[in-house]
């Protein structure tokens, strides 16, 4: 196992990463689900239970059961944290910016439910991971984590910040991971995890296997799209300015410009792209946002990293 490029992150929050330049990635970053990230399903699409439009979910999630999906999520997030915590590369709950990601997950998770009726039972949990990647996931459950290098190196705003926040969790919801491990039953050979559901074989073997496909699922430019929508209102329902995810996309389009794209941004629509559909998308939200009761503090990025480090 590779060692981890940013072990000297300050997981007591006295000051800013110093992390060297990246050789190699870090072993706790595969996992993390990757940034804006999914795959779409074909086949119709069911309403959810809730009134939101954006809300639709996929036949296809039904062949797996979410309680079993969930748990795999939780294993896997615990291991990433222990990993995470012996390269120092963790922070501390008391870490300014850490305190800031939960301020804002607080303000968004209890509208979660209004889309998601599942996400009443969910343990949520917010971490920082010591990695200079531009990355940040939810897993099946609520399991929420960001990457330093997308706050320091992007030097996001809490209303960016909420952004992001929002599309991971809008991913979570519409239960992207769900749908696609659905599909891989049908499409991979999934009999032996059919076998599994059904009681006739060992359900911490499927576990498992369940939490290695977490690992390497991608989503789709629909799925994307589908979180960008759902992501943007639910921020404006907790009072961040929707108007934010035209700056952040513009950022990051500033920041992957005359480089090969990251992995998890390759199957993805183009910044440009994005732009276009969450503009359309603001005389929808902007009303959400304008009514919306406003964080009572505001936080300011981390300082910026220098090029050495990542």
């Not at 979910?57 to 939780?74: D, I």
């Not at 073997?205 to 789709?220: E, I």
């Not at 921020?235 to 035209?246: E, K």
């Amino acid at each position: 196992m590779n060692r981890c490029p940013d072990d000297r992150f300050d997981p007591a929050g006295a000051g800013a990463l110093e992390l060297p330049a990246l050789a190699a990635r870090c072993a706790c970053s595969r996992h993390g689900r990757r940034l804006f990230t999914g795959l779409l399903l074909a086949g119709a699409a069911a309403p959810a239970l809730a009134t939101m439009p954006e809300c639709k979910r996929s036949r296809a999630a039904q062949l797996v059961p979410a309680e079993q999906v969930e748990q795999a999520a939780g294993q896997q997030y615990r291991q990433m944290l222990q990993q995470a915590s012996g390269k120092r590369a963790l922070a501390a709950r008391d870490h300014p910016q850490a305190q800031r990601l939960r301020a804002i997950a607080d303000r968004i998770i209890p509208f979660a439910p209004e889309c998601n009726p599942r996400a009443r039972q969910w343990q949520w949990e917010v971490h920082l991971l010591g990695s200079p990647e531009l990355n940040a996931f939810c897993m099946p459950g609520g399991k929420i984590a960001f990457y330093y290098g997308i706050l320091a190196k992007l030097q996001l705003d809490d209303d960016e910040v909420a952004a992001i926040m929002g599309h991971e969790v809008a991913h979570a919801l519409l239960e992207h991971a769900r749908e696609q491990m659905g599909k891989n039953t049908l499409t991979q050979g999934g009999l032996r995890i059919g076998a599994a559901l059904l009681g006739l074989g060992d359900i911490g073997d499927l576990a498992a296997r369940m939490g290695a496909q977490l690992l390497s699922l991608n989503y789709s430019r629909g799925d994307e799209t589908e979180a960008d929508r759902l992501g943007l209102v639910m921020s404006s329902q907790a009072g961040y300015d929707p108007r934010a995810g035209v700056r952040l996309w513009n950022k990051m389009r500033e920041a992957t410009a005359g480089k090969a794209p990251p992995k998890w941004l390759s199957t993805h629509p183009s910044s440009a792209d994005r732009i276009r559909d969450i503009e359309g998308l603001l005389p929808r939200v902007v009303p959400l946002y304008s009514a919306a009761a406003k964080p009572p503090r505001r936080f300011g990025p981390p300082p910026p990293m220098k090029a050495a480090e990542g």
